[in-house]
């Protein structure tokens, strides 16, 4: 017996508003991504509802005809349930209203409504794992919510208007007014928790940086480029690889496989979005600390996205915001054999590389792509290390293990009194090595 056959699924609606500045490519684009959205929260969506109009209704967002036109739908007056669909759990508008709009809405059509951004909170909601990432989502998800406590007071009637005074009368606070001064209170415990957090990750990155030998790379791009399907094609590693949005809300780090000289640490970050809340960017900059330690940026561009210049303009933006765009990047051009066949992917990478270059075009599931951009890392890395000969006499044969480690061994020759190694690493590494050693070094004949 199967589990799925039995599981029933939760059935949404999907509803927009398409305003004359925003062209047919922009809006469908954004409505795929809603939909895209609503399955990382586990609904199938069985119709989507668009409007042309000049603004939105500023009582219910949608105009009146076309949400009796929902309501009829959601009550299965129009064929809705003759497929033998349950019953419609929510309706989710692809922009952020406010909640009075919410709430009328809500009781015209008759199912839950979620906004654009109520839909996002609730995928962080559920897939933060870290610490931090918890309390930056629950500070956003109240910041969210205050606003919105009188309307669901409204909705709650005389009871949840009543005052906290003695027999619900007098001076006291309503229950609103309660749960607003609630949701403060929790909001600045929360940012002192983030605070103290924020230094215990400035102590830990300070060492990770006193300890030599590695190099930083972030990955960094849209959602859904493919970030996490590279992270474990250059590591080797088990990370998630989902093809949901947000799939990945903490930041992974692992090292280059196979490893290279100097060590190379590979972090994924959590992927951009168009309409992205501003309180979530704000909020979720320490996913993306990762990003700002980095040496290295690899901004993935899913190339089968035929809005991917939207992409490209959306990361650039919010990594100039967090002050990642004086970084060093490649663009890498993700899932180039999504595109067409073999013909069409060859004028497709011709004129990437025309237009951007220096990117990569790639795909990476094809270990031979995978292998060149490997290669492309390990050159940015090696292009200021220092190349000398370094003497080990047989009596600290021990240090070895640690030259092999360290640096990248060009040729070994031996000697009377030791052996002689050709090296490539960082100036302060070599030196360290030299120091442990002293300037002792046979005559050479």
């Known amino acids: ?5 039995i599981q029933n699924p939760k059935y949404a609606i999907v509803a927009a508003v398409q305003l004359p500045s925003v062209n047919d490519l922009e809006f469908e ?3 795929t991504e809603l939909r895209e959205l609503a399955k990382t929260l586990g609904y199938q969506v069985i119709r989507t509802f668009v409007q042309k109009r000049m603004g939105f209704d500023m009582r219910a967002y949608l105009g009146a005809g076309k949400r009796q036109e929902i309501r009829d739908f959601v009550n299965g007056e129009s064929g809705a349930n003759e497929s033998g669909l349950d019953e419609i759990e929510a309706l989710l508008v692809d922009h952020e209203i406010s909640p009075s709009q919410a709430r009328n809405l809500e009781i015209e059509v008759g199912c839950e409504v979620m906004d654009r951004t109520m839909v996002i909170l609730e995928i962080f909601h559920r897939n933060a794992r870290s610490r931090a990432a918890r309390a930056q989502v629950e500070i956003a998800r109240l910041g969210y919510m205050a606003p ?3 309307e669901a007071a409204k909705l709650a009637g005389p009871q949840g208007r009543q005052r906290s005074g003695e027999g619900g009368r007098g001076a006291g606070e309503s229950q609103t007014e309660l749960d607003r001064r609630k949701i403060r209170d929790r909001i600045a415990e929360l940012q002192l928790e983030i605070v103290a957090m924020d230094a215990e990750r400035k102590t830990q990155r300070a060492r990770r940086q006193e300890r030599k030998g590695h190099a930083a790379v972030a990955l960094v791009g849209y959602t859904n480029a493919g970030k996490s399907t590279l992270m474990r094609a250059l590591t080797g590693s088990e990370v998630l690889v989902a093809n949901k949005l947000f799939a990945t809300l903490d930041t992974t780090v692992r090292a280059l496989y ?4 100097p060590r190379v640490l ?12 501003h309180g979530l960017v704000a909020s979720f900059k320490s996913t993306l600390d990762e990003a700002l330690d980095a040496s290295l940026l690899l901004h993935v561009i899913d190339a ?5 210049v939207r992409q490209l303009e959306v990361t650039d933006e919010v990594l100039q915001e967090i002050g990642a765009d004086v970084i060093s990047r490649i663009l890498v051009f993700n899932k180039i054999d999504h595109v067409g066949d073999a013909s069409e992917q060859a004028q497709c990478e011709a004129t990437l590389r025309i237009k951007y270059p220096g990117c990569v075009v790639m795909s990476a599931r094809r270990s031979d792509d995978v292998a060149k951009l490997h290669q492309k ?4 890395f090696q292009q200021d290390l220092v190349e000398t000969e370094i003497f080990l006499p047989w009596s600290a044969q021990q240090l070895r293990g640690e030259i092999y480690a360290k640096c990248q061994v060009l040729n070994e020759r031996s000697h009377d009194d030791g052996t002689f190694f050709l090296v490539r690493s960082e100036a302060d590494m070599i030196q360290k090595i030299q120091e442990q050693l002293g300037s002792e070094r046979p005559q050479e004949e």
Not at 1 to 5: A, F, R, S
Not at 266 to 277: A, C, E, H, Q, R
């Open 29 to 31: 684009a954004s409505l």
């Open 304 to 308: 089968s996205d035929s809005g991917f």
């Open 1 to 5: 017996m199967h589990k799925e056959v």
């Open 258 to 261: 196979p490893e290279s000289v």
């Open 377 to 380: 890392i390990i050159e940015f």
């Open 266 to 277: 590979i972090s994924d970050t959590v992927g951009f979005i168009k309409n992205l809340p």
């Open 148 to 150: 919105r406590l009188r």
